[in-house]
């Protein structure tokens, strides 16, 4: 440091007059006799020093007996030790370094920021009256990282500070995603365990684990209370919101009981189970009259906002019942003769059932009270393929904009769930240009919720599902493309691996493997081609379109699940309960204290 700098120079020259007088031709010196030198020798002290802590300087001196010059061990008779002052304070020319630091200044300020926020937060239970709960389905922890670093260098950064949306939420934790029957789980399973507290086996849809999949008789008395119900049964307003078919797993999991997650429609379902359980579609347009005969004696008015994809699992198996952007020759599955889609609306004659972006851009909030929107067949389109759907479809932030704008008109507040389901998709099909624009979509979705509502009576939670075998590996150079090869620090050329090719920063430990489609945007496309597996040279392969497949090291016909913790992202009242690490059924747990969920709807109850 400067300040002991100075000193030993100061001691230094203090000390620079002590130097012996020697002999006169034998004769005593002032400090010397019989002609010899005395001689001092200074030596500073480091920091640390046993006698000087803080450093200083060691002064020894003596008569130089050999007359060599130098003052030996044995030769010196005295020591004395200068030590330096304790240092109390640093002055700012001490600290500039580190002060003046971008990152140093940006970890201030985000504390700052942090203790704002914190402070903000309503700790006391039954503060919100608004909860939505984001499940990004497939968004593992290097799935938001990628997505962060991909959206960042889509903004002209180097990538990896940039931040999604939720990233900058006060407060977050982990979720443990097994099942209990199963280490690596499904969405079935967590997705119920995060909506109605409580964990289950794979592949089961809101009922608890002593049901048997397949078997409809074993669900009864196994069937639990979602979030979604408990909100309706408080008088909140309620909507579901997926990008995927929305009797899928994850949706279902809010308002349908199944012993199976594949009995999307009454097709799906063995003749002996559809004649005892109803089918995941049928129980969506059935939700009231079901929550009533569930519960006797209270008056609830249903979904008021479900959008989403799956409109074959609501129409005939009939021709004459295609949308006008039916895929196939024969839209509908049912095999029942029921149009589920004319029923609903036969309940709601008020309500709005819309198929496309034209439906969609002419509801008016202020003036609406439902809406059934299925803008697709099956699941909607990848982010990165939408502008390609047959009769236009919305976004996921836009359908999210539009339900808060429709939700918020209950004064009692409402309960709304936002799935991005084809992250999912786009992993399973080992294409991580798919899964990472519905991330950042998603992320998206998430900032409109946020721009939309207030920390003060508002519990927003972002997590996900499950993870995927999704890998960030090698040593990349800072803002090297994301989905680019490795190129290493210093070079600008890519690295290549002991087989003599270069390799992607991004990859799958399973599934489909290598595939090179160019600019196709649909993921699934890739279904239509050979696994591949193992190496392939990609020197002259652009890995950043959105048709290149990253290899995989096992070959499977469909990349599959992880097993590890997610994160959970939380802002507004009972988010400071969000921390640390816990079973996923807990999140309903947050949601429930954050809002009252089951007190209100057991006061209706009774």
């Given at each position: 440091?400067?300040?002991?700098?100075?000193?030993?120079?100061?001691?230094?020259?203090?000390?620079?007059?002590?130097?012996?007088?020697?002999?006169?031709?034998?004769?005593?010196?002032?400090?010397?006799?019989?002609?010899?030198?005395?001689?001092?020798?200074?030596?500073?002290?480091?920091?640390?020093?046993?006698?000087?802590?803080?450093?200083?300087?060691?002064?020894?001196?003596?008569?130089?007996?050999?007359?060599?010059?130098?003052?030996?061990?044995?030769?010196?008779?005295?020591?004395?030790?200068?030590?330096?002052?304790?240092?109390?304070?640093?002055?700012?020319?001490?600290?500039?370094?580190?002060?003046?630091?971008?990152?140093?200044?940006?970890?201030?300020?985000?504390?700052?920021?942090?203790?704002?926020?914190?402070?903000?937060?309503?700790?006391?239970?039954?503060?919100?009256?608004?909860?939505?709960?984001?499940?990004?389905?497939?968004?593992?922890?290097?799935?938001?990282?990628?997505?962060?670093?991909?959206?960042?260098?889509?903004?002209?950064?180097?990538?990896?500070?940039?931040?999604?949306?939720?990233?900058?939420?006060?407060?977050?934790?982990?979720?443990?995603?097994?099942?209990?029957?199963?280490?690596?789980?499904?969405?079935?399973?967590?997705?119920?365990?995060?909506?109605?507290?409580?964990?289950?086996?794979?592949?089961?849809?809101?009922?608890?684990?002593?049901?048997?999949?397949?078997?409809?008789?074993?669900t009864k008395g196994q069937e639990l209370v979602s979030?979604?119900?408990?909100?309706?049964?408080?008088?909140?307003?309620?909507?579901?919101?997926?990008?995927?078919?929305?009797?899928?797993?994850?949706?279902?999991?809010?308002?349908?009981?199944?012993?199976?997650?594949?009995?999307?429609?009454?097709?799906?379902?063995?003749?002996?189970?559809?004649?005892?359980?109803?089918?995941?579609?049928?129980?969506?347009?059935?939700?009231?009259?079901?929550?009533?005969?569930?519960?006797?004696?209270?008056?609830?008015?249903?979904?008021?906002?479900?959008?989403?994809?799956?409109?074959?699992?609501?129409?005939?198996?009939?021709?004459?019942?295609?949308?006008?952007?039916?895929?196939?020759?024969?839209?509908?599955?049912?095999?029942?003769?029921?149009?589920?889609?004319?029923?609903?609306?036969?309940?709601?004659?008020?309500?709005?059932?819309?198929?496309?972006?034209?439906?969609?851009?002419?509801?008016?909030?202020?003036?609406?009270?439902?809406?059934?929107?299925?803008?697709?067949?099956?699941?909607?389109q990848y982010e990165a393929d939408r502008k390609n759907?047959?009769?236009?479809?919305?976004?996921?932030?836009?359908?999210?904009?539009?339900?808060?704008?429709?939700?918020?008109?209950?004064?009692?507040?409402?309960?709304?769930?936002?799935?991005?389901?084809?992250?999912?998709?786009?992993?399973?099909?080992?294409?991580?240009?798919?899964?990472?624009?519905?991330?950042?979509?998603?992320?998206?979705?998430?900032?409109?919720?946020?721009?939309?509502?207030?920390?003060?009576?508002?519990?927003?939670?972002?997590?996900?599902?499950?993870?995927?075998?999704?890998?960030?590996?090698?040593?990349?150079?800072?803002?090297?493309?994301?989905?680019?090869?490795?190129?290493?620090?210093?070079?600008?050329?890519?690295?290549?691996?002991?087989?003599?090719?270069?390799?992607?920063?991004?990859?799958?430990?399973?599934?489909?493997?290598?595939?090179?489609?160019?600019?196709?945007?649909?993921?699934?496309?890739?279904?239509?081609?050979?696994?591949?597996?193992?190496?392939?040279?990609?020197?002259?392969?652009?890995?950043?379109?959105?048709?290149?497949?990253?290899?995989?090291?096992?070959?499977?016909?469909?990349?599959?699940?992880?097993?590890?913790?997610?994160?959970?992202?939380?802002?507004?009242?009972?988010?400071?309960?969000?921390?640390?690490?816990?079973?996923?059924?807990?999140?309903?747990?947050?949601?429930?204290?954050?809002?009252?969920?089951?007190?209100?709807?057991?006061?209706?109850?009774?």
């Amino acid at each position: 440091m400067k300040k002991l700098t100075l000193l030993f120079v100061a001691v230094t020259a203090a000390l620079s007059g002590c130097s012996g007088d020697d002999g006169n031709n034998g004769q005593n010196g002032i400090d010397g006799a019989n002609g010899l030198s005395s001689l001092v020798l200074q030596t500073q002290l480091a920091v640390g020093d046993t006698v000087c802590r803080n450093g200083g300087v060691k002064i020894d001196s003596g008569l130089d007996a050999d007359s060599n010059g130098a003052l030996s061990t044995d030769e010196v008779s005295s020591t004395e030790h200068v030590c330096a002052p304790t240092i109390t304070s640093l002055s700012s020319n001490d600290v500039a370094v580190t002060a003046n630091n971008t990152w140093f200044t940006e970890g201030e300020n985000q504390v700052a920021a942090a203790k704002s926020l914190a402070a903000k937060i309503a700790k006391e239970s039954g503060k919100a009256k608004n909860v939505i709960l984001f499940v990004g389905d497939g968004m593992g922890i290097s799935t938001v990282t990628a997505a962060r670093i991909l959206e960042g260098q889509s903004k002209g950064k180097l990538g990896e500070e940039h931040s999604l949306s939720f990233d900058t939420m006060p407060f977050s934790g982990f979720s443990k995603t097994y099942n209990v029957d199963a280490q690596t789980p499904d969405s079935a399973g967590t997705m119920t365990a995060m909506i109605a507290g409580v964990k289950t086996d794979i592949g089961v849809v809101g009922v608890a684990e002593g049901a048997e999949r397949g078997s409809c008789l074993s669900t009864k008395g196994q069937e639990l209370v979602s979030a979604a119900e408990l909100a309706e049964l408080a008088g909140k307003s309620t909507g579901i919101i997926s990008t995927a078919r929305i009797t899928h797993a994850t949706p279902a999991s809010a308002y349908a009981k199944s012993a199976d997650r594949n009995w999307e429609d009454v097709s799906d379902m063995p003749e002996s189970e559809a004649a005892n359980c109803e089918d995941i579609a049928s129980q969506l347009v059935n939700f009231e009259q079901n929550l009533e005969a569930r519960f006797m004696g209270v008056d609830v008015d249903g979904l008021d906002v479900v959008m989403g994809g799956g409109r074959r699992h609501f129409l005939p198996k009939d021709a004459a019942f295609n949308s006008t952007d039916a895929a196939s020759a024969v839209e509908g599955d049912r095999t029942d003769g029921r149009d589920l889609t004319a029923e609903w609306q036969a309940k709601y004659p008020m309500g709005q059932y819309v198929m496309d972006q034209t439906g969609f851009d002419a509801i008016n909030p202020s003036v609406t009270n439902k809406v059934f929107a299925l803008f697709n067949e099956s699941h909607m389109q990848y982010e990165a393929d939408r502008k390609n759907d047959i009769a236009g479809e919305p976004s996921l932030s836009e359908m999210t904009a539009k339900a808060i704008d429709i939700l918020d008109n209950n004064d009692k507040g409402f309960f709304l769930t936002v799935e991005a389901g084809r992250i999912d998709h786009g992993h399973h099909a080992g294409n991580a240009h798919a899964a990472l624009t519905d991330t950042i979509e998603f992320s998206k979705a998430v900032q409109a919720a946020m721009n939309a509502t207030s920390d003060e009576d508002t519990l927003i939670i972002v997590t996900a599902d499950h993870s995927h075998v999704f890998t960030i590996a090698g040593y990349p150079k800072r803002g090297n493309p994301i989905l680019g090869k490795v190129v290493g620090i210093g070079k600008d050329q890519p690295s290549l691996a002991a087989d003599g090719m270069p390799y992607t920063t991004v990859g799958y430990s399973n599934g489909g493997g290598f595939k090179d489609l160019g600019s196709e945007a649909d993921a699934d496309e890739g279904y239509y081609h050979s696994v591949v597996a193992g190496r392939v040279d990609l020197t002259a392969v652009d890995t950043t379109a959105p048709g290149f497949f990253q290899e995989a090291m096992v070959p499977l016909s469909s990349e599959t699940h992880a097993g590890e913790d997610v994160g959970i992202y939380a802002s507004g009242p009972g988010a400071h309960l969000v921390t640390g690490t816990n079973e996923q059924s807990y999140i309903f747990h947050v949601m429930d204290y954050a809002a009252d969920l089951v007190k209100k709807a057991d006061a209706a109850v009774q």
